[in-house]
């Protein structure tokens, strides 16, 4: 037993051992932290991130009357339109809506209109505003710089990793106006620009979750890379037509400048573009042109939507991010920093991942560790279980059985054994004395001897025995007899009075 206790002591402080090695030396890395899962939203924001553009587009215009009459004194207008764009193939190419880079949308021309209409209701103010804007826009031109020129527009895009501070200019592929489709297409000299996806399928849909997303006004006409945009959630609530083509209306607050900014679902694909319209008392709508109108634009034209393969990089870390793979993420953002220029969204991505990594570990290794460690855990378990189980046997072999006898009910007796009943038990005998045969039982003392007894008495072991010894004589006894005949007599044998005869013992001892 001190054996067996000795022996599980040892079990135990070896399955400690175990952990305690497994583990480390900080008693710490036995405690696991897995790292939080990142939101839909989240990921969805960190995919879109570095595709995000700012579309500024510049418009140069003066207006003038039929008869030859020019407004501000013949100097021209000039207006920017600030939108938000996307890539959509590494090679420069880039979504966003129609109004903010056509120079003959009916937006830009109406706002040429307008600021016209305010200059002139300032010289004649006996005229209304509303009145001279409905004059305006049935009477008044618009042209370029130079008579009969058309309206001077420049389209700029920045943000681009890579792009000179001041940004690239851009030619317009091809775009629809507003009621029309309200979409464009641009072209920069690149051939590293961050796409996103484009979603297939179905469509908008009623009720469904969309993101937008894109930079407001206050960000400015040119941004750099490092400008934060804005990420706004919101549901559709209608569907319509413009100029006969679909357009949803949603509930999401979008501000002005995030027009032709992507409209993506959890997973970061592009289901339309947002478009940023005023109602006729200057309420901003908020809708979302389906990207099937876009993918149209684009066919019309050659150009396919793709992801590049840094794309795809890209999004490989940021799936070894959600997966806790933070040693991964770090080795991917190294490969895409070694063969060009990265958008900051990518650094901060591989510095949070550093971060988490010192923190948490890879998932990977935790895995591991935990797999160590339970593994340890489990085998000193089975140690402990095998070392009772010992001890257990053991302590039946040595410890005396107690049977305890069921408890007797009586039996019917049928009666005594001639009636059919059970015989009563024989008489237990007692043992016989253990001596050998013809021994006495007790020894022989050694003393002083009884005195001889005198001739024809008997000795005193004699007289003690009431032991008999002498001459017989006969005694008759009269006996019944039958009538008529003669009295019969019985002879026994009858001690005679005369002298005891000697005792055997006595004479053997003489």
């Given at each position: 037993m001190p054996v067996l206790r000795s022996l599980a002591r040892s079990a135990l402080a070896l399955a400690a051992a175990l952990a305690i090695t497994v583990c480390g030396a900080a008693p710490a890395a036995a405690i696991v932290v897995e790292p939080e899962e990142p939101a839909g939203s989240e990921r969805a924001a960190a995919t879109v991130h570095p595709a995000l553009v700012r579309v500024t587009g510049t418009f140069v215009g003066r207006v003038h009357d039929r008869e030859g009459g020019y407004a501000n004194n013949g100097e021209p207008y000039t207006l920017v339109f600030m939108c938000t764009g996307f890539g959509v193939h590494p090679d420069g190419y880039i979504a966003t809506v129609g109004h903010c880079i056509d120079a003959n949308d009916r937006n830009v021309r109406d706002l040429f209109i307008r600021l016209a209409a305010e200059d002139a209701a300032a010289i004649s103010p006996d005229i209304p505003l509303d009145q001279m804007l409905e004059v305006g826009r049935s009477a008044w031109d618009i042209e370029g710089t130079s008579p009969g020129s058309p309206i001077g527009s420049q389209i700029l895009v920045t943000g681009v990793a890579g792009a000179p501070p001041e940004g690239m200019f851009a030619r317009v592929v091809d775009s629809r106006p507003s009621g029309q489709g309200d979409v464009g297409l641009l072209k920069v000299d690149t051939t590293d620009l961050p796409a996103l996806e484009l979603a297939t399928g179905p469509g908008i849909a009623v009720s469904m979750p969309l993101l937008a997303a894109g930079y407001p006004e206050s960000v400015g006409e040119r941004i750099g890379p490092d400008a934060t945009p804005s990420f706004e959630?919101?549901?559709?609530?209608?569907?319509?037509?413009?100029?006969?083509?679909?357009?949803?209306?949603?509930?999401?607050?979008i501000e002005l400048g995030l027009g032709g900014g992507p409209a993506f679902d959890a997973s970061g694909r592009v289901h339309g573009?947002?478009?940023?319209?005023?109602?006729?008392?200057?309420?901003?709508?908020?809708?979302?042109?389906?990207?099937?109108?876009?993918?149209?634009?684009?066919?019309?034209?050659?150009?396919r939507a793709e992801l590049g393969q840094r794309d795809v990089r890209y999004r490989e870390a940021l799936d070894a991010n959600d997966r806790g793979e933070y040693t991964d993420v770090i080795e991917a953002i190294d490969r895409l920093e070694q063969e060009g220029s990265t958008h900051p969204r990518v650094a901060e991505l591989r510095r949070d991942a550093e971060a988490s990594r010192a923190l948490h570990g890879d998932a990977s290794e935790n895995r591991t560790t935990q797999i160590l460690v339970w593994g340890s855990v489990g085998t000193g378990a089975i140690v402990l279980v095998v070392i009772g189980a010992l001890l257990v046997a053991r302590r039946r072999r040595t410890t005396p059985v107690v049977m305890v006898p069921p408890p007797a009910f009586p039996r019917p007796q049928p009666g005594p054994p001639w009636q059919g009943g059970p015989f009563p038990p024989p008489a237990r005998q007692p043992a016989p004395p253990n001596r050998p045969y013809g021994a006495a039982p007790f020894p022989r003392q050694a003393g002083p001897r009884p005195p001889a007894a005198a001739p024809g008495r008997p000795g005193p072991a004699a007289?003690?025995?009431?032991?008999?010894?002498?001459?017989?004589r006969q005694i008759r006894f009269p006996q019944p007899s039958p009538p008529g005949s003669e009295n019969q007599t019985t002879a026994i044998a009858a001690p005679e009075p005369s002298a005891p005869a000697p005792d055997k013992d006595d004479a053997k001892d003489a």
């Open positions: 959630k919101g549901v559709v609530e209608q569907a319509g037509t413009d100029g006969g083509r679909p357009v949803y209306r949603t509930d999401t607050a573009i947002n478009s940023v319209r005023l109602s006729g008392d200057q309420q901003v709508v908020n809708l979302v042109v389906p990207v099937s109108g876009f993918t149209d634009l684009l066919g019309r034209n050659g150009v007289q003690a025995r009431g032991a008999f010894d002498g001459p017989t």
